[in-house]
């Protein structure tokens, strides 16, 4: 009797990676239809310091948008899977939702501990659309290393060309909110470090 080697399970073929990415594709579909205009709005109003398009902000559009965030987490850690894959998918839903937990807990602690009310309200309202647009690119880079047979390596790199320029949409909008006014350089460089890099750091040191 010949006895076949099984084949090797691929992530095209994990149904886990599967469910996760039509799931999100369902939600984030059905999530931007519903927060269409905030997304609008949101945009309109980026470059400017003072972001008013929160005001106008309905319950159902603020909880979708928490639902976009959840997306963000779940792209995150599907991706670290794709790229290092040492441990199961759900050992890195559990980094990635650690991650985003403490990047926003230290905003918080740091931000109303330094900075205006006002400030921090309109802080946290654009920290949310920044994340949960960054789940929605992660989900594309997630289906070009799932389906696309897009090389690892390759996917890694479009990853790190995403998270750079979120994290450069997210300095932005830091300094216009923070440190326009004051023009302290050097603090800003050290919030940087402390509220950024190192959550940053500390996800891909678990994660390999």
Avoid at 45 to 64: G, I, K, Q
Avoid at 113 to 128: A, G
């Amino acid at each position: 009797m010949v006895e076949v080697e099984p084949i090797a399970l691929t992530l095209r073929n994990d149904t886990i990676v599967s469910s996760f990415l039509i799931l999100c594709f369902v939600v984030a579909t059905l999530a931007i239809g519903q927060t269409k205009g905030y997304l609008i709005r949101e945009i309109k109003s980026f470059p400017y310091p003072r972001n008013y398009s929160n005001f106008f902000c309905t319950d159902v559009e603020m909880n979708y948008r928490l639902v976009l965030c959840l997306q963000t987490i779940i792209m995150l850690a599907l991706l670290l899977y794709i790229e290092f894959g040492k441990h199961t998918l759900w050992t890195y839903l559990a980094y990635s939702a650690g991650y985003m937990l403490l990047r926003f807990l230290l905003y918080m602690l740091a931000n109303w501990t330094f900075f205006k009310t006002k400030d921090n309200e309109n802080w946290m309202h654009t920290l949310m659309f920044i994340t949960a647009l960054e789940g929605i690119l992660f989900f594309f880079v997630a289906l070009l290393g799932v389906y696309a047979d897009c090389p690892p390596a390759y996917v890694f790199i479009i990853f790190l060309i995403v998270v750079v320029f979120i994290k450069i949409l997210t300095l932005f909008k830091c300094w216009t909110i923070f440190f326009y006014r004051f023009g302290g350089f050097f603090h800003f460089i050290l919030y940087l470090c402390a509220l950024e890099v190192t959550p940053l750091l500390l996800l891909y040191g678990i994660s390999r």
